[in-house]
């Protein structure tokens, strides 16, 4: 399968694919902002995954855009108190997904809910847009029908968009300089995998959403529509 090519007005940004004429799109935080970045589009909803204290700028929103607030998991960014900055010393990622997955199965129906619903062009993000983005991306693709290979492939591909997110993070205070060097901030696949077989558990992405209460018609919508563009 072509993957499109990277966005450039945001950090580690690429489209997802499109319903009709609406383009979905994922990305880490736009409101991390570096010289480099082009300008992000005009009116767009922005799917925003994070806590409330993940927030840099909680006022920031592009021209025209508006913004949905979905806390997908509560409390999932562990840090030092009165600080943004992460206070970790190792992440097992494979089972921080399928704890997500045990977790928040109505907030990602919410969430393809929200997407489904959107008027105009969505922004699925997180904060760095690869754990909580990347399992509601791989989610989408497999409703629309994507391989395993290619949802795993497209997550892979945040190891070759996210240059510089890193630096902006811990400009911004939500990681420490400490924590890049303990930890790498590359993706492996397996991890995704790892929470990808759990769904499949429940039945597959679709079973695993209309068990956290999307709707049938929502699913059969984002399932017919959704294509590459």
Not at 70 to 97: C, N, Q, R, S
Not at 106 to 131: I, K, N, P
Not at 141 to 150: C, F, K, T, Y
Request: charged fraction near 25%; include cysteine; hydrophobic fraction near 45%.
């Amino acid at each position: 399968m072509h993957h499109e090519p990277a966005l450039t007005w945001a950090f580690n940004a690429r489209p997802i694919m499109t319903i009709g004429d609406k383009r979905i799109v994922r990305s880490a935080a736009p409101e991390f902002r570096t010289p480099e970045l082009s300008d992000p589009p005009a009116d767009v909803c922005w799917i925003d995954l994070r806590s409330e204290h993940e927030r840099v700028d909680a006022a920031w929103l592009g021209e025209g855009w508006t913004r949905v607030h979905i806390d997908l998991v509560p409390g999932a960014a562990a840090v030092k108190p009165g600080t943004h900055a992460y206070d970790i010393t190792e992440i097992d990622f494979g089972a921080m997904y399928i704890q997500m997955v045990a977790r928040a199965q109505a907030g990602f129906a919410r969430v393809v809910t929200a997407v489904a619903e959107a008027e105009g062009d969505v922004l699925v993000a997180c904060a760095g847009g690869r754990d909580r983005t990347g399992l509601v991306s791989a989610m989408l693709h497999d409703l629309a029908g994507w391989s395993r290979e290619d949802i795993l492939e497209d997550y892979r591909r945040t190891n070759d968009q996210g240059a510089g997110l890193s630096d902006a993070m811990v400009e911004a205070g939500i990681i420490s300089a400490e924590m890049l060097d303990r930890m790498p901030f590359d993706v492996d696949v397996e991890d995704l995998a790892r929470a990808l077989d759990v769904i499949d558990q429940h039945g597959g992405t679709r079973r695993y959403l209309e068990q956290g209460g999307a709707s049938a018609a929502t699913l059969d919508h984002l399932s017919l529509s959704l294509t590459t563009r």
